[in-house]
């Protein structure tokens, strides 16, 4: 049996006193929710072959069809995860100019998020406002407490504590599980594939919080806080929130909204696994609206733990696979397809390092003030066509 979360106390001496984050209340409108299977990841450690097999079985499907699944059961209870929205809560109000200023993010020359991004844009240079404001901790935060807002450093225990966990517990034990829809061995993805130094690896931690769209915001841009991607890790760990903002992009070809399921984590399959899984696995288009009418003037506070892959290597489906053997690759969407198209020319793909980077220093939001996408329309919705390193993407915008 895992053992589960277990956090140094809040209560510490030199612990500034912290107000309990207390979560909006849902939306009671009448939504056409995205439905999402759920797995309790504790039924992994089941003695009961069955047990582990049906949740294999749903895995699988829901991997397939959703790209999105509900994880309950996994070994942090709800007062944990709480104070970890409690402390992101203290970040935001908390959070000095100078630490600001010093711990200012770039983008645009980094290729990774790490440090605080104000509420204008997603470059390093001040952008059109877009109200939403995070902290990135990466492996340098990890390794050096001058790159930590210094609001933070006497929780930095807790926050430390909760990422190894998420990524050598919950992480590990969902790739466990995702390795043996694939017919691997039990480590095969953690072993080969997972990014694994310090507590986020070559991924990293967000604290976010997305302040209500005044009118000028919704106005410029639509509704939408962030564009329709796909993320390029293995997989990305979000909160469920109360507020409800992300939407997923459906089989039917429609947006729906993620229901709040209360302790839950949020997975979403990265394109490295789309990859591995030779298309088996969907790397679902998501994106980030205003939340539903009854809710538009609540912060939305998000907390999110993006597993990354090992940088150096280029993906290349698990031949081995008996699922891949069996049935074949699945080359009807996204990235595989694509990377697909650059090995049958013999053309090398890009390092996982190289696709993520490129990425982050170009990505494009809603905000952008001239967005030089090229749009297509596809059955008549607007999708956004992008190219980087001779790999073409495209999203619905
Ligand atoms: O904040 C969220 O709910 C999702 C954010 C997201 O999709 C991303 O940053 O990749
Ligand atoms: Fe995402």
Redesign the pocket.
């Known amino acids: 049996m895992a053992a589960p979360f277990n956090p140094p106390a809040a209560d510490l001496p030199g612990k500034p006193f912290v107000e309990k984050w207390v979560p909006p209340p849902t939306s009671k409108l009448d939504i056409d929710w995205a439905k999402l299977r759920t797995i309790e990841l504790s039924r992994l450690d089941s003695p009961d072959p069955k047990v582990v097999q049906q949740l294999v079985d749903t895995c699988r499907e829901a991997i397939r069809v959703d790209g999105f699944i509900f994880l309950t059961d996994y070994g942090v209870s709800y007062d944990q995860l709480n104070r970890q929205f409690s402390i992101a809560q203290y970040l935001h109000r908390n959070m000095s100019e100078e630490d600001k200023e010093r711990l200012h993010w770039n983008p645009d020359e980094t290729g990774t998020f790490a440090g605080w991004k104000p509420r204008f844009g997603w470059r390093r240079d001040k952008g059109a406002p877009d109200g939403i404001e995070h902290f990135n901790y990466y492996q340098p935060q990890f390794e050096s407490m001058d790159r930590v807002p210094t609001c933070m450093h006497p929780f930095w225990d807790e926050i430390v504590d909760f990422c190894n966990y998420l990524t050598y517990s919950v992480n590990k034990r969902l790739l466990k599980l995702l390795s043996k829809v694939l017919e691997l061995d039990d480590d095969f993805l953690w072993d080969r594939v997972q990014s694994k130094q310090g507590p986020v690896g070559q991924g990293y931690f ?1 604290q ?1 919080l ?1 302040y209500p769209a005044d009118d000028d915001l919704s106005k410029r841009a639509g509704g939408t806080r ?1 564009n329709g ?1 796909c ?1 390029y890790g293995t997989t ?1 760990m ?1 909160f469920s ?1 109360p507020i409800s ?2 939407q997923i992009w459906g089989r039917d070809e429609k947006w729906r909204y993620v229901p709040y399921t209360p302790g839950a984590l949020v997975i ?1 399959i990265g394109e490295t696994l789309e990859l591995v899984s030779g298309g088996h696995f969907r790397a679902t288009r ?3 609206v205003d939340p539903p009418e009854d809710q538009r003037n609540d912060e939305r506070l ?1 907390l ?1 733990l ?1 597993q990354a892959s090992e940088g150096d290597l280029r993906m290349e489906p698990a031949y081995e696979s008996p699922l891949l053997k069996r049935e074949g690759c699945i080359d009807s969407q996204g990235a595989y397809r694509e990377f697909k198209r650059l090995r049958d020319k013999g053309i090398p793909v890009p390092t996982n390092r190289q696709w993520r980077e490129i990425q982050i220093a170009d990505s494009h939001h809603p905000t952008d003030a001239a967005p030089n996408d090229t749009i297509v329309m596809i059955n008549g919705s607007k999708h956004i066509q992008r190219e980087y390193l001779g790999v073409k993407i495209l999203l619905p915008a």
Request: aromatic fraction near 12%; avoid cysteine.
């Open positions: 967000r976010a997305y962030m991607h993320d990305t979000l929130v903002s992300l979403n998501h994106r980030v998000s999110v993006f």
